[in-house]
């Protein structure tokens, strides 16, 4: 319980801006005085908070301000994608201290890959001076499915030979740090609720645009996960009933009639896009922005294929947030920023016509208060939420 309290108190300094006294903190946590005062004591010990100086100017003694220790703890990060590999160093209040990105390592060599990887960490490490005994740990964002409990990759889409690979205990032998792996879309909901200010509070969804797509989902903000760690996924879900057949036997799924190969595809067979055909991560990934940039640009028949893919994932996020009945929906991942102005003109009013719930609450549609990298930052918030976050599984007691 204490140590649950404790988290509790960090979470609540975490989520606000200027900082708490410690009078603020009774009042926010419901602890009483004396506990709060212990508690404060042993995350100043840890390094993990500072006190920043006072504030006051009615009667009475000033208060003294409690705010994270940004140098207190880092985590390392890596998003795993078919096309791109992304490392952060990320410090306690959720800010990249240093950033890099590779081209992913072609072929079938997952081993290959990890070592790549594994000598990227250490430069990165290097080059961004931090102490490595304040790195807490190493997260690793990777393309579900996934094998939550044993961190194993199983059969990614565009990384083949990739099923059943044993990522993170390979990483683990590899690096030295204490290794967490969860799905992209998972990891970016967490960055969203660690470093994305305030569309990361709450309840809401996070979906990810990549090369499938996928959601996370938070509630009352709490990350949820679901039995074996593979919760949102969403590419099975009918939202053109006389759409494309998909590998499933039905017919209009999300994986069948709007990811961004589907589209390319859609552009190569118009003629829009030029060229051989795209068949690599890659070149799906640079296919697309030349058609989002033809879109743009006022290519009519360009912009008809982002405008009824706008559609059909508004019908796929109308099916979760009426299930769910959350307060916002939160757009982000590597294909994001090609979509962000289709999708967030299209999307909003959709969404709010097939809401159930919408003569009682509006529900919010933005871009991700990250960036670019929210894979990357949320497989290393993993480590911080991990660590450090309130979860009802530290209350648990063991027989």
Not at 26 to 49: E, Y
Not at 133 to 158: E, H, K, M
Not at 239 to 259: A, F, N, T
């Amino acid at each position: 319980m204490g140590d649950f309290n404790l988290t509790v108190i960090l979470d609540a300094i975490r989520r606000t801006s200027g900082g708490l006294s410690r009078v603020e903190l009774a009042q926010i946590v419901g602890l009483s005085p004396q506990t709060i005062s212990n508690i404060s004591r042993r995350l100043l010990d840890q390094n993990l908070i500072v006190e920043a100086g006072k504030e006051g100017s009615g009667p009475g003694k000033p208060r003294t301000i409690l705010r994270l220790n940004p140098g207190g703890m880092y985590a390392l990060g890596v998003h795993l994608d078919p096309a791109v590999t992304t490392f952060v160093v990320l410090d306690l209040v959720g800010a990249v201290v240093r950033h890099s990105r590779i081209k992913t390592p072609g072929g079938n060599d997952p081993a290959a890959v990890i070592a790549t990887i594994a000598a990227e960490i250490g430069q990165l490490v290097e080059e961004s001076g931090v102490d490595r005994s304040r790195i807490a740990g190493l997260g690793v964002a990777a393309p579900g499915p996934i094998d939550l409990d044993n961190g194993t990759v199983v059969d990614p889409p565009l990384l083949p030979g990739w099923d059943r690979v044993e990522l993170r205990d390979a990483l683990a032998r590899a690096t030295g740090y204490s290794v967490l792996v969860d799905k992209d879309v998972t990891s970016a909901a967490v960055a969203e609720t660690w470093a994305g200010g305030p569309s990361g509070a709450g309840s809401f969804i996070f979906m990810y645009m990549g090369t499938g797509i996928g959601c996370g989902i938070v509630l009352n903000d709490e990350v949820v996960r679901g039995t074996s760690g593979n919760a949102g996924e969403i590419g099975h879900i009918i939202v053109d009933p006389d759409g494309p057949p998909c590998d499933c036997g039905q017919r209009g799924c999300v994986k069948s009639s709007c990811i961004p190969q589907v589209l390319v595809a859609e552009a190569e067979a118009a003629g829009i896009l030029e060229g051989p055909p795209a068949s690599s991560a890659a070149e799906i990934q640079q296919s697309f922005a030349d058609l989002c940039a033809r879109a743009y640009a006022g290519d009519e028949r360009a912009a008809a294929i982002l405008d009824r893919s706008a559609v059909l994932v508004a019908r796929a996020v109308s099916v979760v947030t009426n299930t769910l009945d959350v307060e916002r929906v939160v757009f982000g991942g590597p294909f994001w920023t090609c979509l962000a102005g289709c999708y967030l003109e299209r999307i909003p009013p959709l969404l709010d016509a097939n809401s159930a719930a919408r003569l009682i609450h509006p529900i919010e549609v933005v871009g991700t208060g990250v960036g670019e990298d929210v894979g990357a930052i949320g497989a290393a918030s993993l480590v911080l939420e991990h660590t450090l976050a309130p979860r009802a599984q530290r209350l648990l007691l063991e027989s």
